[in-house]
């Protein structure tokens, strides 16, 4: 894995020039727990080498749990 690049316009997130993955929201991929923004510090921490399997897939129940908690987010602020 290289550098990794967010593209808001194909909501997609490069970890190098040819693969990427698809549909991450900006409000999923700004997402931040602390000072950590999740979804960037998941792949930065595994830069210079490739993502196994289970990583990849860890990282697609990463970013449905922040759109999910979101979701709930938006719901509690509506009820408040």
């Not at 991450?24 to 595994?46: H, N, P």
């Not at 080498?49 to 990849?56: F, V, Y």
Request: charged residues 35%.
């Amino acid at each position: 894995m290289e550098k990794v690049r967010y593209d808001e316009a194909t909501q997609r997130v490069y970890i190098n020039k040819a693969q990427y993955f698809e549909g991450i929201s900006k409000e999923v991929w700004e997402y931040r727990i602390g000072a950590y923004q999740v979804m960037e510090k998941y792949l930065k921490d595994r830069r210079g080498r490739k993502l196994s399997l289970d990583e990849i897939d860890r990282y697609m129940k990463v970013a449905k749990a922040i759109h999910l908690t979101l979701e709930l987010q938006a719901k509690i602020g509506d009820v408040y």
